[in-house]
């Protein structure tokens, strides 16, 4: 009789003590992902900097387009999200074939347009004027519009987004 009484408050602790630990897993597991999904999503990106601005079939020949494209800027728990936009172009159907040059001038940052009826691309703040091919050719900016790399990866168009630094002669890259 004795020996059945122990057994049963000996299983009692037990099953008690198991419960606690499943609940304080329950609990504890989640907690721990939410507080290490930072250094996750830091340790497991794997992002080589291109992002998709679309399918290179909705691209005309011939013509430039304005393409935008979205960053996700990661700050901890915080996600921003950040819209850029480049100016693509393809001479030919080749995927070789692509001119993409960064819509934010050299000079001091604003966005540059393409005038169609003038054949130029033109910034509105100081009057910067590039060429067709982006080269600059009147106004204060000091350099040509800056080139951006691109790939095309199963029939779309992703370009390696990168700003540079302003009012430079240099086409000089900067950390984003
Ligand atoms: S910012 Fe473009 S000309 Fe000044």
Excluded at 3 to 26: H, P, Y
Excluded at 155 to 175: E, H
């Amino acid at each position: 009789m004795a020996d059945e009484k122990t057994d049963r408050r000996w299983f009692l602790g037990f099953f008690t003590n198991l419960l606690m630990v499943v609940i304080g897993l329950l609990v504890a597991i989640p907690a721990v992902g939410y507080f290490l999904a930072p250094l996750r999503r830091k340790l497991g990106r794997t992002g080589d900097g291109f992002y998709d601005v679309g399918p290179l079939s909705e691209i005309p020949v011939g013509e430039w387009l304005l393409l935008s494209l979205e960053m996700v800027h990661e700050d901890g728990w915080r996600q921003t999200r950040v819209r850029h936009s480049v100016w693509v172009r393809r001479r030919g159907q080749g995927d070789q074939d692509i001119t993409v040059l960064s819509s934010i001038c050299p000079h001091l940052g604003c966005p540059i347009n393409w005038i169609v009826d003038q054949s130029q691309f033109f910034c509105p703040c100081h009057g910067g004027i590039f060429d067709t091919e982006g080269r600059h050719t009147g106004g204060p900016p000091p350099r040509a519009m800056d080139p951006l790399e691109y790939e095309v990866r199963a029939g779309r168009l992703w370009v390696r987004y990168q700003d540079f630094k302003i009012g430079v002669a240099q086409s000089v890259p900067v950390n984003i």
